[in-house]
């Protein structure tokens, strides 16, 4: 038998109390994903970091910002855990506030 969550098996999601099949729960992430929302980070190597979602793929993938890496870049919206929270995605001090990050210019190394 393989392996894997068919289309009628039940999952939880947290904060939500009842277990619902896998069609509903797609659909309660995708209610999620909007630019703006803060999530942490699941899998690879910004795992356990925040990040800001600044743009939604039709393809299932988000482009976004964490606190380790702050290069924009693609990530699939199962290797992410959605907040409570949302920011503006356009104003760059407050995605910089809120995963942590400073403003302030890096010193160059002395030779």
């Excluded at 894997?4 to 947290?14: A, D, N, S």
């Excluded at 309660?28 to 899998?43: D, Q, S, T």
């Excluded at 001090?93 to 995963?99: G, I, T, W």
């Amino acid at each position: 038998m393989p392996c894997g969550k068919g289309l009628g098996t039940p999952i939880r999601i947290k904060g939500l109390s009842e277990k619902i099949n896998y069609n509903k729960a797609y659909e309660v992430i995708r209610m999620l994903v909007e630019p703006g929302r803060v999530c942490i980070k699941k899998f690879g190597r910004d795992a356990g970091s925040r990040a800001v979602i600044t743009s939604v793929s039709k393809d299932g993938f988000v482009t976004i910002v964490t606190t380790k890496r702050q290069k924009e870049r693609k990530c699939n919206t199962k290797h992410l855990e959605f907040l409570n929270e949302t920011v503006d995605a356009k104003n760059q001090e407050q995605v910089n506030k809120v995963l942590g990050i400073s403003n302030a210019p890096k010193k160059q190394p002395r030779k």
